[in-house]
């Protein structure tokens, strides 16, 4: 029989804050176990919470980002459950009154179209701890719990393994571009529960939903998805009903292992959170958050590809990264040349970034620097092989390109006479090669091109130095 998957997203990202949700606790990554805690987030008899301004900010922003309805009245609830890594055996959160609802997610889906996943709610919430289990004993860690978490729900709208991941992929620049989360995946800021079912095509009822819990990578979600569409679909030919259940992924063993059946809202027994006030958010508030939004990666794409002339691929990778897009509009701006800045930041200044093991944002080149490079190539005031050899120093210490160019005499020799004065040497001094390149073998040129440019120390142009060696072998 052909099914039809179907795939929804339970999607947490930890909120940059410095400080967890309902406490003054330190939110850093790293501490020694059990470091960031206090009464508060361990729950003991007494210890009131304190709402977390910022997580609100932060998460209103994240729903605006996402095209949501922002609720002007939420609230928080309890969910009651027993576990070792939640100290107080009950989690505060939002169930019916959350703060983002609708919004959406655009994406290419599998036949190559744009088709938009749309998001159901999103809901603050804190997060609990950490287990750590060894052999005869497990561990407790508390740093994490109390860090305030969005749980972005998405609808059942995918249809295939490499949507949910076109989705995630979506759903993390944007979060980065809004600067409400790291979205760090090995630091645990972006962790999915996933949601799959499958039906007959052509069905519209929903098949029996079943949940992957706590996926952590991309690579894991996809391999995840990808072994329970095939268990699912082997076990509906074989006549067997799927029962609602939790699984977790096993990446050793390459498969989805059962761990409960799946709990119902009713379960946790939820009621309204007493210590905490209602959220009541005016218009003008959220109008005042909603002007401190960036740009949206996809629009801003659309209108680099319009602005700048640069094919879509370049686009893409460029705007990965805000802060790298922010750097290659204004280098663009300076020089005037967006293509030749797009080549130049994508090519060079990413390599020496890999090269370097140093951020963009940590050294010392500037756009301004970058674009005035790019002039000066442009111009012919220098060459290609120039301008490569100063933009590690540019990277490393600064400095004023056109002022580095005067002072060391590094200008581009374009004048005819000279350039012919360094072929000719050339060629009186390797007459063998000479020989090759008049006898066919055309590569031979290239070694000719590079001793007159060692001749002229780097700096003939190679455009004519090319241009008249042809015209002498010729």
Known sequence: MEYEVVIGLET???LKTTTKMFCGCSTAFGASPNAHVCPVCLGYPGALPAMNQEAIRYTVMAGLMLGCKIADYAK???KNYFYPDSSKNYQITQLDYPLCL?????IVGEGGEKKTVRIHHIHLEEDVGKLTHRAGCSGVDFNRAGTPLMEIVSEPDMRSADEAIAYLTALREMMIYAGVSECNLEEGNMRSDVNISIRP?????YGTKIEIKNMNTFSGIHAALLYE?????AACDAGQA???ETRRWDTEAGETAVMRSKENSD????????DLMPIALSAEQVAAWAAQLPEAPAKRRERMI?????????AGVLSADRALADFFEATAKRCGNGKLASNWVMAEVLALTAKTGVELSDSQLTPEALGDLLKLLEGKTINGPTAKALLPELFEKGGDPAAMVKERGLGQVSDAGAIEAFVDAVLEANPKVVAEVKAGKGAAIGFLVGQVMKQSKGKASPQMVQELLRKKLA
């Open 12 to 14: 947490h990202v930890q």
């Open 76 to 78: 928080f609830d309890r």
């Open 102 to 106: 609708g919004g959406g997610v655009e």
């Open 201 to 205: 095509k052509g069905q519209q009822a």
């Open 229 to 233: 569409i095939e268990r699912q679909k």
């Open 242 to 244: 799927l029962r609602q």
């Open 267 to 274: 379960d946790y027994r939820y009621f309204p959170e007493p």
């Open 306 to 314: 319009a602005e700048y002339g640069i094919p879509e691929y370049d």
